[in-house]
């Protein structure tokens, strides 16, 4: 039965042309979302899919520092064509794919049209080569921001909750469900005590997204808060290769196990899509 599952799986995979892509995000900074990302890659090179991870975070870049890696280059030698997208792709862990934020670029509206187009462009050649392309932006509304996760397919809203955090998502939430209503937009619950208190946080939330936006995000899982993870990060290491066996591991595998057994519109994804939005998002503010 597993090897049939997995020939599907490789089939799906071969036909498949157009990346998915998800950007991992959140209301209120901290919450964990560079963790969440590293892991979720990685738990999908796991399971054999081609992933890339972007780190569009690129005033305080933070992928390089979870995975104790330094890439000599990274996406500002892009934007300032200095060296193209694949000359800066870094290997990581497991064969995982990397693209350095660290550039130091505060606003990438202030780019000149003809830089942001090149770049945009040469992101877009990813799109034959991946099947996942995980996206750690930072938090809050600030164009940077929301330019990408507004342009993906799917996102992922990353709360703790702490009621700073709940609140913040809310207001995320609202800003994604009002400008990209066909997004699949869903939640992730981190630094939980337990499952019970991960799934109240997203019953609250969803109970006053119903009562003033008359929608409900998705509720994809919950990753408890777990003295394993702490020291992982403060080791440089992913916990899914340090720990293995702990919960936050399991959970990863979890949510991407879900993520990987979806089947997913094939018009709704692609990276041409995707980064033509960001690009038109960046030029109309
Ligand atoms: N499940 C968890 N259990 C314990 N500690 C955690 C957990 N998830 C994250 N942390 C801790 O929270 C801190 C912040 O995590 P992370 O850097 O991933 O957050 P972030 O949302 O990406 O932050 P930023 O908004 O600054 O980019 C890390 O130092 C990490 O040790
Ligand atoms: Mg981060």
Same mark, same amino acid.
């Given at each position: 039965?597993?090897?049939?599952?997995?020939?599907?799986?490789?089939?799906?995979?071969?036909?498949?042309?157009?990346?998915?892509?998800?950007?991992?995000?959140?209301?209120?900074?901290?919450?964990?979302?560079?963790n969440?990302?590293?892991n979720l890659?990685l738990a999908?090179?796991e399971?054999?899919?081609?992933?890339?991870?972007?780190?569009?975070?690129? %005033? $305080?870049?933070?992928?390089?520092?979870?995975? !104790? #890696? *330094?890439?000599?280059? &990274? +996406?500002?030698?892009?934007?300032?064509?200095?060296?193209?997208?694949?000359?800066?792709?870094?290997?990581?862990p497991l %064969? $995982?794919?990397?693209?350095?934020?660290?550039? !130091? #670029? *505060?606003?990438?509206? &202030? +780019?000149?049209?003809?830089?942001?187009?090149?770049?945009?462009?040469?992101?877009?050649?990813?799109?034959?080569?991946?099947?996942?392309?995980?996206?750690?932006?930072?938090? !809050? #509304?600030?164009?940077?921001?929301?330019?990408?996760?507004?342009?993906?397919?799917?996102?992922?809203?990353?709360?703790?909750?702490?009621?700073?955090?709940?609140?913040?998502?809310?207001?995320?939430?609202?800003?994604?469900?009002?400008?990209?209503?066909?997004?699949?937009?869903?939640?992730?619950?981190?630094?939980?005590?337990?499952?019970?208190?991960?799934?109240?946080?997203?019953?609250?939330?969803?109970?006053?997204?119903?009562?003033?936006?008359?929608?409900?995000?998705?509720?994809?899982?919950y990753v408890l808060q777990e003295s394993q993870t702490a020291k992982a990060?403060?080791d440089?290491q992913p916990v899914l290769l340090a720990f293995p066996t702990a919960m936050s591991s399991r959970s990863f595998r979890r949510i991407a196990g879900?993520?990987?057994?979806?089947?997913?519109?094939?018009?709704?994804?692609?990276?041409?899509?995707?980064?033509?939005?960001?690009?038109?998002?960046?030029?109309?503010?």
């Amino acid at each position: 039965m597993k090897d049939q599952a997995e020939g599907l799986r490789r089939l799906v995979k071969q036909q498949k042309e157009a990346a998915r892509v998800i950007a991992v995000t959140s209301g209120k900074g901290g919450v964990g979302k560079t963790n969440i990302a590293v892991n979720l890659a990685l738990a999908l090179r796991e399971r054999d899919f081609r992933v890339v991870l972007i780190d569009v975070d690129l %005033g $305080l870049a933070n992928v390089d520092i979870l995975l !104790g #890696i *330094t890439p000599a280059f &990274n +996406l500002g030698h892009v934007l300032r064509g200095e060296r193209t997208m694949q000359e800066i792709m870094a290997e990581g862990p497991l %064969g $995982l794919k990397i693209l350095s934020g660290g550039s !130091g #670029i *505060t606003d990438l509206a &202030n +780019l000149n049209g003809w830089r942001l187009e090149v770049f945009i462009k040469s992101l877009e050649l990813l799109n034959r080569e991946f099947d996942f392309v995980i996206l750690d932006t930072g938090a !809050g #509304i600030h164009r940077n921001v929301l330019s990408f996760v507004l342009a993906a397919t799917e996102v992922l809203v990353v709360t703790t909750p702490e009621p700073t955090a709940i609140t913040d998502a809310y207001g995320l939430l609202k800003v994604i469900r009002k400008q990209r209503p066909d997004a699949k937009v869903r939640l992730v619950v981190n630094m939980a005590k337990s499952p019970n208190e991960a799934q109240l946080v997203a019953d609250k939330l969803n109970s006053v997204l119903l009562e003033y936006v008359q929608w409900e995000v998705e509720y994809l899982g919950y990753v408890l808060q777990e003295s394993q993870t702490a020291k992982a990060v403060a080791d440089q290491q992913p916990v899914l290769l340090a720990f293995p066996t702990a919960m936050s591991s399991r959970s990863f595998r979890r949510i991407a196990g879900i993520l990987a057994g979806e089947q997913v519109d094939a018009a709704s994804i692609g990276l041409k899509g995707f980064f033509s939005k960001v690009y038109d998002f960046l030029r109309a503010q």
